[in-house]
């Protein structure tokens, strides 16, 4: 593959005068006559459509394209001379067969379209070359050379650009995901709070989603990190709590947990203990079903799964120690503050986007919840209180169910806002994805297009990834038609 | 069919998707009427935008100077701000006719980039700035620092480079644009701020309290800040080289924007050939024989450039150091006009 990438790329100039018609015809040629095959004649077509590709492709690389391309137009013109056997007609022209036409002109469409990104493509790569630019993704292996503030698997400035890759990525998944959940909570307090009859609380909502989602965006960003930054006190200065959490400038520190060898248990047992909740909770489901006794499986559950990591974790010795963040007070007035890398930092700047995006995304989340809940019939209530379902279960088995059906698709698309506004985090140093990799690494390698490319389908994964998620659970929601 | 295929599809390419990069960026100019110079978002005394919205600094003049150059009027130049990170690609795409931004000539910018520095019009170093009151005498002691600084420069490797090799520890802050890094500083998010030595002089302006902040006496780094054109159009290459060149030269012969109308008469054979009354040296380039006598009397010298907007009577109180002419133990040397 990487020869005939290298063939392509490296033909003289002359060739993409002219040449690359000549490929770009074999590519179209043979498309269609896959289309072709595929549609008109099925399975077989396929193998026949299959064997032809391999044909043409070792044609182009052994011999000349122009071999591809006279092989693409014959089998082309052949394919269409065949005479279409309708099932019901007998042998009809192709050209009378309301199928060929429209199969024609779905060929004809999808022949542009290739074509139109085959030539941006080589454009491109053509372009670059004629202006000297280094292209090709070789620059992952180089070294970095650069520091980043936070990282979560190791890294140093000796580290590839590879690597600085995969820090920014999971720099913008970690603050994506601490976001969605922060929103969500606080979006489903500030809708319900929206709804409540109680005067004080339903403003205090109403006035909080009015202003936040009014702001835009950058701008909450820069009143967490600036205005709020001014506020806690400064490197050599902090304020704590229980004299285990710290706050200052620098961020907040606290201990930094460090497991010992037996500590795998207390996550075996953790893990255990929610797989037998839940197992609990389908049998009592089951046997509710069957005899209408309920089982209080919730708060069962959650007993198991507190007891029973903390049971392992006491039978094996508490193996859990707690390294606390050093804080220098006396000496050289430089010197004093929090030490690096000693504790647990959480830098000023995941704390300022985390709090900026999941404020402001929270305003419209609370909407989305209020309009759910709205949406449920007050009729559906009424039937509940009827048959004598107390506010609790109502609430729970009949309104809220009914609402999520109507809260899951916009709060999807929330989620997707949510994670591809953390790039706007390269504006106060948080080192996401833009930041590091869109950023520094693109400015130090100079090659745009690949980097661009590399990070818009990251975007394009991680919403991918958030919508199938939620689609999944939508699905599981979904109204079940009898 | 198929020829006529050919002849169709080839004429599409060939409008739609095939630049011109490579074509004479003197003749573009010319037909647009003015030369597009991409600048910094700020930087006092480089490329800034004074209380009349006005675009004043070294780099700024250096693009007026080539303005004079072409069209013997300094004022046909039209700027575009870029930040670091969008600066070369600006250049590439054709954006921006010459890029005037404080920018490090390095080997690899100059070979992968598709590009090439026309010269060097300011001979900087990177240093640090801390803040008076942590008593910080060298940059030796700087281990366990906090560094707010730029992304998308050579400043992020140098400190790398330059902790690393003395085994200090630090953690960079770095962000986009230098008006976010200034705040953070000021507000103490970084012990120090880090960027080449004349930057740290603009930026200190800056702050709330410019007086209460040191530069250090290391210089960590060389940073030979110069215009930089496109590969592959010599002609614009040699203009932008020339232009600068002119300037220096200027200065060599005590040829200024305040004596040039005296020193059009001047019988010195060097003098004559730069103002164009001797030779013709200007078509060579392809411009105007008047060229560099349009940059002198418009724009001024290499050295009336540097007092006006870094030198000691600027904020920036910039001394002249290296970039004095080779002639007073500077750096500063340019070719003759022979």
């Not at chain 1, 492709?57 to 052949?78: P, R």
Request: charged share 15%.
């Amino acid at each position: 593959m990487q020869g005939l990438i290298d063939r392509i790329t490296s033909l003289p100039e002359w060739y993409f005068e002219l040449g690359r018609i000549d490929v770009t015809f074999a590519i179209l040629m043979l498309a269609g006559v896959i289309a072709t095959i595929m549609s008109w004649k099925g399975r077989p077509g396929m193998l026949v459509g299959a064997a032809y590709v391999v044909v043409a492709v070792v044609l182009a690389y052994f011999m000349s394209f122009q071999a591809a391309v006279g092989l693409g137009m014959i089998a082309s013109i052949a394919a269409l001379l065949v005479p279409n056997i309708h099932p019901e007609h007998g042998t009809i022209s192709w050209f009378n067969d309301p199928r060929a036409r429209g199969l024609i002109a779905q060929i004809i469409l999808f022949l542009l379209v290739t074509f139109g990104i085959y030539a941006m493509v080589t454009n491109t790569i053509v372009n670059l070359e004629r202006q000297n630019i280094a292209s090709g993704f070789g620059f992952l292996n180089q070294t970095a050379g650069f520091g980043i503030n936070q990282t979560l698997i190791p890294y140093t400035e000796e580290s590839t650009y590879g690597q600085t890759f995969i820090v920014g990525l999971l720099n913008t998944i970690l603050v994506a995901i601490v976001g969605i959940f922060l929103a969500t909570i606080l979006g489903f307090i500030v809708g319900v709070a929206r709804l409540s009859k109680n005067w004080v609380i339903n403003k205090i909502a109403y006035w909080y989603i009015e202003v936040m989602r009014n702001v835009p965006l950058l701008l909450h960003i820069f009143v967490w990190y600036f205005a709020v930054l001014r506020a806690v006190p400064d490197k050599r200065d902090k304020w704590s709590l229980f004299d285990t959490f710290h706050l200052n400038i620098y961020g907040i520190w606290a201990p930094e947990p460090l497991p010992g060898p037996m500590f795998w248990m207390t996550v075996v047992a953790f893990l255990a203990a929610i797989v037998i909740a839940f197992i609990l909770a389908k049998l009592a489901k089951a046997r509710q079903m069957r005899t209408g006794e309920t089982f209080p499986s919730f708060w069962v559950g959650l007993a198991i799964i507190i007891i029973l990591p903390l049971a392992a974790f006491f039978a094996t010795g508490s193996p859990l120690d707690f390294e606390h963040p050093k804080f220098v007070a006396e000496g050289p007035i430089f010197k004093r503050g929090f030490e690096f890398q000693s504790g647990l930092q959480v830098i000023p700047e995941f704390i300022a986007l985390l709090l900026a995006l999941s404020i402001y995304t929270a305003a419209y989340i609370a909407e989305i919840v209020r309009a759910g809940i709205l949406a449920v019939s007050h009729g559906q209530t009424e039937a509940a209180n009827a048959l004598g379902l107390r506010s609790g279960p109502t609430l729970r088995l009949v309104v809220i169910p009914q609402a999520l059906r109507v809260i899951i698709p916009p709060l999807t698309n929330q989620y997707l806002n949510l994670t591809k506004n953390s790039s706007l985090a390269v504006a106060i140093a948080y080192p996401d994805l833009v930041a590091v990799f869109a950023g520094t690494t693109l400015n130090q390698t100079g090659q745009a297009v690949e980097i661009i490319v590399i990070t818009m389908l990251v975007y394009l994964g991680l919403s991918l990834v958030t919508s199938a998620i939620m689609n999944w659970y939508n699905s599981r929601i979904a109204l079940v038609e009898r | 069919m198929k020829v006529l295929s050919r002849v169709a599809l080839g004429a599409l390419v060939a409008a739609g998707f095939a630049t011109s990069a490579s074509a004479a960026t003197l003749d573009d100019i010319k037909k647009k009427g003015h030369v597009q110079c991409g600048v910094s978002q700020g930087l006092p005394g480089f490329s800034n935008t004074d209380d009349s919205g006005k675009w004043t600094g070294i780099d700024v003049d250096l693009c007026r100077a080539v303005a004079a150059a072409v069209f013997g009027d300094a004022t046909k130049v039209k700027f575009t701000p870029l930040s670091a990170k969008e600066r070369f690609t600006a250049l590439q795409s054709g954006e921006v006719d010459i890029l005037s931004r404080n920018t490090t000539w390095t080997m690899g910018r100059d070979t992968a980039l598709g590009l090439n520095f026309a010269g060097v019009n300011y001979y900087d170093g990177q240093g640090f700035m801390v803040p008076k009151k942590l008593n910080v005498k060298s940059a030796l002691e700087l281990g366990g620092a906090s560094v707010c600084t730029n992304t998308g420069t050579t400043t992020e490797l140098n400190v790398a480079d330059y902790f690393r090799s003395n085994n200090m520890k630090y953690e960079v802050v770095a962000f986009e644009k230098a008006d976010e890094v200034v705040a953070a500083y000021d507000a103490g998010r970084c012990d120090v701020y880090t960027t080449d030595r004349s930057g740290l002089a603009a930026q200190r302006l800056k702050l709330s309290k410019a007086d209460d902040h040191v530069v250090l006496p290391e210089i960590i780094s060389k940073e030979p800040l110069g215009p930089v054109v496109r590969q592959g159009d010599d002609q614009w290459f040699n203009i932008v080289k020339w232009t600068h060149f002119a300037m220096v030269n200027a200065e060599e012969m005590g040829v200024s924007k305040a004596n040039h109308a005296e020193m059009m008469k001047s019988a010195n054979p060097g003098i004559k050939r730069l103002l164009g009354t001797e030779g013709d040296f200007g078509s060579k380039l392809g411009l105007g024989n008047d060229w560099a006598s349009s940059v002198i009397s418009q724009v001024g010298n290499y050295g009336e450039v540097y007092e006006a907007n870094v030198g000691p009577n600027t904020p920036l109180k910039l001394a002249r150091g290296s970039n004095a002419l080779w002639t007073k133990g500077g750096l500063q040397y340019a070719p003759p006009v022979r």
